[in-house]
């Protein structure tokens, strides 16, 4: 379940095992969060596995290039075991991805507050699906030896190996907020010692020897299909903004718009005053606009820099608190206004309500990602609203999973293109292309076009 401890298990066990070993880090779903812990920890960019998301032959096929010249791959659940996009099959679950990467799966139990009981659960969780390859468990939060002896004589006997059990230690806790964890950058200073006090952990109270048994039993996958070679597009560059309030980003994006020809340059909003020479396009994803409002509203020269870009044509493509920074006004928690971009009608606030599900999603018309009637999934996952979500440039067109009804979102006004969701290049090939495409058509007709210093790109 979520909460009981995967998220911290799992960056130990990288950071114990990155010393002397290669390893791949993964997150299955739509989290932003989680893999930057594993990113830190592996010296690797971590990838989200998402079923639903992504074709199956997609997926494994993802795993597989990232995996590439890995000892090991670690793999961070989702939730529950078996929770995902609904819950009368496993679509877009754990136990979904790991049956199709044919992958041995390590339950993380909070033994806290129980002792037979515990291996009722492991007992439910390995019959509910026997498809499933349910390897071991590892007990979490355990209160003394004694206790951890007794969980794991109830696990083994219904047959489950236990691989150790990590005491109860408040220091492991990762603190949380409205999104989720906080983020890597946030905690710059603690999450070094966080990491190696959760590798201590794991090194003093897993069996690592039965851990890479598990790994080596994983089922053989195909030859990964061979990565089409980056096409050449002059040197488009986009321009991602990336730092503590632009932060949620899939990796593969970024893989796909390289093999698309693009030059990725990240700049940060909060500090830079100007953006990277020669971009071509601008890339702003989620994170945590509404905590940095001020100081966004503060650097005049960025927000000066990125309007001129938008005004100019540049192709624009923002989701989620990308959006909220295109805004003309963002409304923080606190109830204070400051001033944003302007590109985008209307205001941002903080609601206190969150609005999370999956996002399937039709183009109303031609825009700089997809022509009118393509389609893509991704996800929405915010406590914030927009003012003006009716704009008369409707981006989207999305059936409501519930209700069946369709509903419109977002706004694509010529190359601009912003919404509330974070959509996975992987769900559509012609994504990645269509934006390298118009950045690459801007950039042909405003060769001397700079938005730095007025000075032109040599």
């Known amino acids: ?18 010393p002397a070993n290669t ?9 932003y969060i989680d893999p930057m812990y594993h990113t830190l920890a592996s010296g690797r960019p971590a990838h989200n596995l998402d079923s639903w998301m992504l074709r199956h032959d997609d997926l ?9 010249n890995a000892d090991i791959a670690i793999i961070e659940g989702v939730m529950g075991l078996y929770d995902g996009y609904e819950a009368k099959t496993e679509i877009g679950s754990t136990a979904e991805v790991a049956k199709l990467l044919r992958a041995p799966v390590i339950l993380v139990l909070d033994a806290s507050r129980m002792a037979r009981s515990a291996g009722a659960i492991v007992q439910g969780f390995r019959d509910y699906d026997p498809d499933l390859n349910l390897a071991g468990v590892i007990c979490n939060r355990v209160g003394s030896e004694q206790h951890a002896a007794w969980v794991t004589e109830a696990i083994e006997a219904v047959g489950v190996p236990v691989l150790g059990c990590i005491p109860r230690n408040p220091g492991l806790n990762l603190p949380e907020r409205h999104l989720g964890l906080y983020t890597v950058a946030e905690r710059e200073g603690e999450v070094h010692q966080f990491l190696e006090a959760a590798a201590v952990a794991v ?28 096409q050449a597009t002059n040197g488009v560059r986009i321009a991602v903004a990336r730092d503590e309030a632009f932060c949620f980003y899939y990796a593969d994006n970024f893989d796909r718009l390289r093999d698309a020809g693009a030059e990725i340059a990240f700049f940060s909003p909060l500090r830079d005053e100007a953006l990277p020479e020669g971009c071509a396009g601008l890339y702003f994803g989620g994170g945590y606009p509404e905590l940095y409002a001020a100081i966004l509203a503060g650097n005049l ?6 309007r001129d870009a938008i005004t100019s044509g540049v192709p624009t493509y923002a989701e989620c608190g990308g959006l909220m920074y295109l805004a003309q006004q963002l409304i923080d928690a606190d109830g204070q206004s400051h001033e944003m971009m302007g ?8 609601v206190g309500r969150m609005t999370l599900g999956y996002r399937d999603v039709t183009a109303a018309s031609d825009n700089v990602l997809m022509k009118a009637w393509e389609s893509a999934r991704g996800h929405e996952f915010h406590y914030s609203a927009w003012a003006d979500d009716q704009p008369t440039a409707t981006a989207y067109k999305v059936v409501s999973r519930r209700s069946g009804e369709s509903y419109t979102a977002g706004i694509a006004d010529g190359n ?11 769900s559509n090939p012609n994504i990645a292309r269509n934006f390298v495409d118009a950045c690459q058509t801007w950039a042909q007709a405003n060769s001397q076009t700079n938005f730095n210093q007025g000075q032109p790109i040599p």
């Open 1 to 18: 379940m979520s909460g009981s401890g995967k998220s911290t298990i799992t960056s130990g066990l990288i950071a114990a095992l990155a």
């Open 60 to 68: 494994i096929a993802l795993f597989q290039r990232g995996s590439q």
């Open 23 to 31: 390893v791949q880090g993964f997150k299955v779903g739509p989290d």
């Open 203 to 230: 090194h003093s109270h897993i069996d690592m020897t039965r851990l890479w048994d598990m790994a080596n039993s994983a089922g053989k996958l195909p030859p990964a299909p061979a990565r089409p070679a980056p």
């Open 343 to 350: 590109a985008v009608a209307g205001t941002t606030a903080m």
């Open 416 to 426: 601009l293109l912003a919404s509330y969701i974070h959509l996975h290049f992987g």
């Open 301 to 306: 020269p960025m927000l000066s820099a990125v």
